[in-house]
């Protein structure tokens, strides 16, 4: 389940012509966990997303 979400999340990043910073990005995520029943992960942070998303680029990964 969190695997379904997270394609559709990096989905919908990946098409959009938009800048999102990790404040902006962690409301999108709290908004969508909000309407999850039975989710593992209740909340995150900006800061817990600077973390992932420093850690991607690390490893290689291209982020716009």
Do not use: C, W
């Amino acid at each position: 389940m969190i695997n379904h979400f997270i394609y559709n999340f990096t989905e919908l990043l990946a098409e959009s012509n938009a800048f999102y910073d990790a404040e902006m990005i962690s409301q999108l995520v709290n908004a969508m966990l909000q309407h999850r029943m039975n989710s593992t992960i209740k909340r995150v942070t900006a800061a817990e997303v600077s973390y992932v998303i420093n850690q991607l680029k690390a490893v290689g990964v291209s982020i716009p």
